[in-house]
């Protein structure tokens, strides 16, 4: 999923600096907090933004044709 905005025509789209910053602010304001709930409500909110930062796995975008069986490499149905 990527995040971004529209600015003069171009897309701004914010990567995994920025992810990886927010996160780091919300543990700490998590550690800060005397409050539990607040504190594992941010810790998860954290943890969204570091996976929003991760790269996404490599997906094999070729195009096959519809008939063609994935699990079959002859190409036969």
Request: aromatic letters at 6%; glycine letters at 6%.
């Amino acid at each position: 999923m990527a995040v971004g905005f529209l600015y003069n025509g171009r897309v701004i789209v914010l990567g995994k600096t920025y992810f990886n910053k927010q996160a780091s602010i919300l543990l700490k304001f998590a550690k800060s907090t005397s409050n539990s709930q607040l504190s594992a409500k941010l810790v998860s909110k954290a943890a969204d933004l570091k996976s929003q930062g991760d790269p996404l796995p490599e997906m094999d975008h070729s195009l096959k044709a519809p008939d063609v069986d994935p699990d079959n490499e002859t190409g036969a149905t």
